[in-house]
T-cell receptor
Framework: SQTIHQWPATLVQPVGSPLSLECTVE??????LYWYRQAAGRGLQLLFY??????ISSEVPQNLSASRPQDRQFILSSKKLLLSDSGFYLC?????????????FGPGTRLTVL | SQQGEEDPQALSIQEGENATMNCSYK?????LQWYRQNSGRGLVHLIL?????REKHSGRLRVTLDTSKKSSSLLITASRAADTASYFC???????????FGTGTRLLVSP
């Protein structure tokens, strides 16, 4: 069966520090991968998605970046965090090439920028 | 934008009652999906309804879709305290590989 992992689960970082969040998927090949951010009490904002290694689409201009160094690994990074980067970050995957695109979410990382 | 907008934003009911949440969207879709999020957790896929379907059931869930009105509803029958969560609709535009979520409906089911 497929599983999706995210780490760390929680993170407290000072403003201006770098960020690296990691997401890995097991049990499937060539998945579509997604990074979302959810501010407190709000909906999900799609940040990045990827349909293959090295292929990243950015949805929102910001100080974040994403990379996909391996087929089932998706990394969210920042060189310098802002207060507004605080939130709940969710990684998700879906089956590539399938019309219906059900998404499977990881447990999330709660990031607090102080 | 294909973003779904849920209504109401918050809903409070007693156990055993039915809960109805609505979703409206703006573009033509391939399908529409509903997800649940428990507090502090990731989203869980509940049900998917295709554009050529009008109604779908899964356990205590009933979803309807009216493409002419660009709207969908999620009905949870005989609600339980464990149904307390936020519910999101996500319409998927034909040819797209990404879902756009709304702000959700926060459901509180009291014992």
């Amino acid at each position: 069966s497929q599983t999706i992992h995210q780490w760390p689960a929680t993170l407290v970082q000072p403003v201006g520090s770098p960020l690296s969040l990691e997401c890995t998927v097991e049990g499937t090949s060539n998945p579509n991968l997604y990074w979302y951010r959810q501010a407190a009490g709000r909906g999900l904002q799609l940040l990045f998605y990827s349909v293959g290694i090295g292929q990243i689409s950015s949805e929102v201009p910001q100080n974040l970046s994403a990379s996909r160094p391996q087929d089932r690994q998706f990394i969210l990074s920042s060189k310098k965090l802002l207060l507004s980067d605080s939130g709940f970050y969710l990684c998700a995957w879906s089956v590539a090439g399938v019309v219906y695109n059900e998404q499977f979410f990881g447990p999330g990382t709660r990031l607090t920028v102080l | 934008s294909q973003q779904g907008e849920e209504d109401p934003q918050a809903l409070s009911i007693q156990e055993g009652e039915n809960a109805t949440m609505n979703c409206s969207y703006k573009t033509s879709i391939n399908n529409l999906q509903w997800y649940r999020q428990n507090s502090g957790r990731g989203l869980v896929h509940l049900i998917l309804i295709r554009s050529n379907e009008r109604e779908k059931h899964s356990g205590r869930l009933r979803v309807t879709l009216d493409t002419s009105k660009k709207s969908s509803s999620l009905l949870i029958t005989a609600s339980r305290a464990a149904d307390t969560a936020s519910y999101f609709c996500a319409p998927l535009r034909a040819g797209f590989q990404k879902l756009v979520f709304g702000t959700g409906t926060r459901l509180l089911v009291s014992p």
